[in-house]
């Protein structure tokens, strides 16, 4: 079956530390995003990539990273400087430069902080 | 700016009623309009578009929107709520105006509970 598979589905980060929330998609969408969604807030932009190599920063990217090597992956690692990194996080793709697409999610990563 | 509102954090009807979910938007074109369904702990499926025509549109599931560009609103509805639909759900609107990146603006969601 086609689709988005994120894990882990639960991540635990220590003070300090640094984590990979991995994403990976068999649907040969050139476009891929990652969203940050906390409780009455809806979705906010973290990164996106149209095509491999290339990736642009969203609404929310400090404290983020991200690579895209692979047309399949695009994982986000959580950094030391995001100070507040709890939140369920939500990959997606669509098919790159056509508007009426709609995008396709993971099942998302819940990440707390211990 | 571009924005979503849904106005309804939460929304409660009983089983077997009609259920709408509001949704309005503000872009600077012409709007591509989305819903989008969560289950607990899962990420979001798709519902239904608006891109353009007919005004009223159908979707998964037994539900339909209501594209209305006056009141820039794009109303979710279905015409008997099932306990199954219980859910948050999400507006979506990608703004036609021709950028580097075409940004999906997401509303805050509305809770669904429906009442057996």
């Known amino acids: 079956d086609g689709g988005i598979t994120q894990s882990p589905k639960y991540l635990f980060r220590k003070e300090g530390q640094n984590v990979t929330l991995s994403c990976e998609q068999n649907?040969?969408?050139?476009?891929m995003y990652w969203y940050r969604q906390d409780p009455g807030q809806g979705l906010r932009l973290i990164y996106y990539?149209?095509?491999?190599?290339?990736?642009q920063k969203g609404d929310i990217a400090e404290g983020y990273s991200v690579s895209r090597e692979k047309k399949e992956s695009f994982p986000l690692t959580v950094t030391s400087a995001q100070k507040n990194p709890t939140a369920f996080y939500l990959c997606?793709?669509?098919?790159?430069?056509?508007?009426?697409?709609?995008?396709?999610f993971g099942s998302g990563t819940q990440l707390s902080v211990l | 700016a571009q924005s979503v509102a849904q106005p309804e954090d939460q929304v409660n009807v009983a089983e077997g009623n009609p259920l709408t979910v509001k949704c309005t938007y503000s872009?600077?074109?012409?709007?591509?309009l989305f819903w989008y369904v969560q289950y607990p702990n899962r990420g979001l499926q798709f519902l239904l578009k608006?891109?353009?025509?007919?005004?009223l549109v159908k979707g998964s599931y037994g539900f339909e929107a209501e594209f209305n560009k006056s009141q820039t609103s794009f109303h979710l509805k279905k015409p008997s709520a099932l306990v199954s639909d219980s859910a948050l759900y999400f507006c979506?609107?990608?703004?036609?105006?021709?950028?580097?990146?075409?940004?999906?603006?997401f509303g805050p969601g509305t809770s669904l509970s429906v009442i057996p």
């Open positions: 997606a793709s669509s098919i790159r430069g056509r508007r009426g697409e709609k995008l396709f």
């Open positions: 649907l040969n969408h050139d476009a």
């Open positions: 990539s149209q095509i491999v190599n290339d990736f």
């Open positions: 872009v600077s074109g012409n709007p591509y």
């Open positions: 608006y891109i353009t025509g007919d005004n």
């Open positions: 979506a609107v990608r703004d036609m105006v021709k950028t580097s990146y075409d940004k999906v603006i």
